[in-house]
Structure formats: C-alpha cells, structure tokens
C-alpha cells in the first residue's frame, strides 16, 4: 500500500460510509427505544422536502470530509496536537509484506483533497 491507496481507502471506508451512516441513522435511528434526541432529529429531518434533505446531505458530508481531512493534517504534521516547541511528530505505518510509511513523502492532507 501507498500513500495514494490508503487516501483511497480512506474515502472508501471512512468518509463514503460515515456520510452514508449518519444519513441513515437521521433517516431510521436503529434500535429498540433510540435516544429521544435522535428521535427528534429523525422527525424533523423526515418532514423535509426531498430538496432540504439533499442540502442536508451536503452538510454532513462537507462535516465529514473537515474532519477527515484535519486527522489527516495532524498525521502530516501541519496540525499542531501538543503545546510548546517539542511538538513531535507522528508515523503512519502500514505493515504488510513490508513496510511502508504512509504520510513520509507526500501530505496526506494534499492527496485527500485531489492535489
């Protein structure tokens, strides 16, 4: 795996589904007695016009791809996660047949957003 795969993957299991499961849980909210706030959600969001649930859909899935493409930022080290001048750094290591350092030569953040 490469740096360009794992970016792959990444919208593949992380960003496609979230965006999916939390479209489901507002349209359906699983369970047998489902939190009452969600509930209320799911009602509201039910009600709305096939046009508003598509503006909502935006929503989640701009949320989403912020918050992926911060973890991506921190990975890459142009993200600050701790105070002070040692700030460290951190690895992604993919252990297959070898291994591979994923955010080493390229930005993660960079290949997330088609760069």
């Known amino acids: 795996m490469n740096s360009q795969e794992f970016v ?3 919208k593949l299991v992380l960003r496609d589904a979230a965006v999916a499961d939390v479209l489901s849980i507002l349209d359906a909210p ?3 007695k489902p939190n009452e706030a969600l ?3 799911s009602n509201s969001y039910n009600e709305m016009s096939l046009d508003d649930k598509r503006q909502i859909e935006q929503v989640v899935k701009m949320s ?3 918050a992926v493409f911060g973890f991506l930022c921190v990975l890459d080290g142009v993200r600050a996660i701790a105070n002070g001048s040692d700030k460290g750094s951190l690895s992604l290591l993919y252990e297959g047949v070898c291994s591979v350092k994923l955010n080493a030569d390229s930005d993660l953040h960079d290949l997330f957003n088609g760069a």
């Open 64 to 66: 989403v791809e912020t």
């Open 30 to 32: 699983p369970g047998r």
């Open 8 to 10: 792959n993957v990444v």
């Open 39 to 41: 509930v209320k959600l």
